[in-house]
């Protein structure tokens, strides 16, 4: 596991040379959130680093609940029975196994995989502009229909999920790198996720932290130009 720290937010980093998978611990002063879980074998990295803050972690949000983003959710409540669990309102029907689709939404097979065995359901269902502590909830649809993202304005942090991935080259959900082929192979609609990318580039972004990759830095042009790329393999969206 590799620790990197931006402000009060800690990159937790498993596997960052093989197959990179990030869980994010944001200190919010007297307690802690965690932002995503990582697979099972996150769990002890994940425990360890929260003992280190030594402070409580009272809240796990869920950018969505694929397999490598909620594999140890279980484990971790149990460890913090009090931890409240956030979710998007549209994934936490994913998560109780409902994989059907809106009539407003891109008739496309969700893709990624989903684990039924997650005894924990959420506690708080998430819609955009909600303020978790420092960090406000922006949807940010199509790696899954309900995927969110969490931006923290103070530090002009966001903290994208699997909307970007930045393993194998910067690339938006759906446009597949070849170093790192399984986010996109992953990703429920492409062309729904440039939008999604498209509109939160209006944010200011110095630091763009995702779920498969490193930290990236002055992020701005750097989307632009990977929101292009996706572009020209899907079609002008």
Known sequence: MRIRQFGNIYQLAFLPTIFPINCYLVDEGVDLTLIDTGMAFCTKGILQVIKRLNKPLARIALTHPHVD???????????FPAA????????????????SLQCTEDQTEIKGGFDQHVQTKPDNLLEENYQ?????????????????????????????????????????AGDKRWLFPFSAAATWSPATAIKSMERLNQLPICYLLVGHGRA????NQKITKAIWRAERKVGHV
Do not use: N
Not at 69 to 75: R, V
């Open 132 to 172: 978790l502590k420092s960090l406000t909830v922006y949807d940010a649809p199509g790696h899954t229909p309900g995927s969110i993202v969490f931006y923290q304005k103070s530090s002009a942090i966001l903290l994208a999920g699997d909307a970007m991935v930045t393993r194998g080259g910067l690339a938006v």
């Open 69 to 79: 983003h909620i594999g140890s959710l279980d484990a971790i409540k149990a460890a």
């Open 216 to 219: 990236m830095e002055d992020a």
């Open 84 to 99: 409240q669990v956030y979710v998007s309102r549209r994934d936490a029907r994913l998560m109780l196994g409902d994989t």
